[in-house]
């Protein structure tokens, strides 16, 4: 069996995302922001060719101007 934990912590600069205060949603430099999050994986040998893995994935994106979860893509992978 193995088992890893992973934390990580980010800057990042000139972001180019969609500015969802436009109708239609628009591409815009939303400038700075901070990324955090935790990621956890899991591998299980059943025998010695055959094994099971799995991992799951917790993040936040927050731009400098106070907005949480800028990213498009979902705040928990699994």
Do not use: H
């Amino acid at each position: 069996m193995q088992v890893e934990v992973n934390y990580f912590y980010s800057k990042l600069t000139d972001i180019i995302l969609q500015n969802k205060k436009y109708t239609p949603a628009m591409y815009d430099n939303l400038g700075e922001a901070k990324m955090q999050g935790v990621e956890f994986e899991g591998k299980y040998y059943i025998n010695k060719s055959i094994f099971i893995s799995g991992s799951m994935y917790d993040r936040t994106i927050n731009d400098t101007s106070g907005n949480k979860n800028i990213c498009p893509i979902g705040k928990f992978l699994g």
